[in-house]
C-alpha cells in the first residue's frame, strides 16, 4: 500500500506557471506505475503524465511540450512542471500510483489540490 499527499495547487493567470508534488509514504523506486490525473467540473478524469516503470513517461496530448513530469527518489516524490497554462487547465489533480502486490493489482489516489487558470 502507499499514501499520497499532493500540493501546490492555486490560482495563477493564464500563461503562467506552477508545479505539483506528490510525496509517497513509501520508496517511489518500487511503484509500477506513479503519475497525474486530472477532473474538471462536470468532466470525467483523465490522464495528464505518467512515469512507468520507473522511466517510461506518458504524456496526455493536450499537455505535451508544456507540462514535465519529474521524480526524486531521495524525497518518494514526483512532480508536475506546468507552464503556459491555460483556462482549460482548470481541475482538480489527483496523484495515482499503482501496485502490483500479493499478486494483484491496487490503485491509490491522493486528495488532490485545485489548479485554477484565471484573469
Known amino acids: 500500500q502507499v499514501q499520497l499527499v499532493e500540493s501546490g495547487g492555486a490560482l495563477v493567470q493564464p500563461g503562467g506557471s506552477l508545479r505539483l508534488s506528490c510525496a509517497a509514504s513509501?520508496?517511489?523506486?518500487?511503484?509500477?506505475?506513479i503519475g497525474w490525473y486530472r477532473q474538471a467540473p462536470g468532466k470525467e478524469r483523465e490522464l495528464v503524465a505518467t512515469i512507468i516503470s520507473r522511466s517510461i513517461t506518458n504524456y496526455a496530448d493536450s499537455v505535451k511540450g508544456r507540462f514535465t513530469i519529474s521524480r526524486d527518489n531521495a524525497k518518494n516524490t514526483i512532480y508536475l512542471q506546468m507552464n503556459s497554462l491555460k483556462p482549460e487547465d482548470t481541475a482538480v489533480y489527483y496523484c495515482?500510483?499503482?501496485?502490483?502486490?500479493?499478486?494483484?493489482?491496487?490503485?491509490?489516489w491522493g486528495q488532490g489540490t485545485q489548479v485554477t487558470v484565471s484573469s
Open positions: 495515482n500510483a499503482r501496485l502490483y502486490e500479493n499478486y494483484k493489482w491496487g490503485d491509490y
Open positions: 513509501r520508496d517511489i523506486f518500487s511503484i509500477n506505475a
